[in-house]
């Protein structure tokens, strides 16, 4: 598999607002946000997707989730809620093939998609 963005980003290769890094996850400001708050949480490890990474490494999988919610608690959008999302393929609009997961808050979120 070739390098994506994110690869760059861990290597520090490209430059990114990083907001948090374990031993396992880096988190760091999604470029063009969505909400007041828009965080990207990755696994240090590749996989395509949460369902790939879910059956390859559940652990890591949970890595990424503890990461998401110690952001929002760093944010200070723990207590008045956050969401977690992960897309997977083109009508989820994926566009970086190394799995992330999006947390948003810090305003009213609305449902969680339109159509
Ligand atoms: P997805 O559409 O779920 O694959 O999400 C990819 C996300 O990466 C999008 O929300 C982009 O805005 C974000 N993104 C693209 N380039 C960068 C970058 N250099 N630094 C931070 N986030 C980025």
């Not at 760091?28 to 708050?37: G, H, K, L, Q, S």
């Amino acid at each position: 598999m070739s390098e994506t963005l994110f690869e760059k980003i861990m290597a520090r290769e490209i430059p990114a607002d990083i907001v948090l890094e374990t031993e396992t996850t880096l988190a760091f400001r999604d470029i063009n946000p969505r909400a007041t708050t828009h965080v990207l949480v990755i696994p240090k490890t590749r996989y395509r997707n949460v369902a790939d990474l879910a059956a390859a490494d559940p652990q890591l999988l949970a890595d990424v989730i503890s990461t998401a919610d110690e952001v929002a608690k760093l944010e200070g959008v723990a207590a008045s809620g956050y969401r977690v999302t992960f897309n997977t393929g083109d009508d989820a609009g994926q566009t970086v093939f190394h799995v992330h997961a999006h947390v948003l808050g810090g305003q009213s979120l609305g449902p969680e998609a339109s159509r």
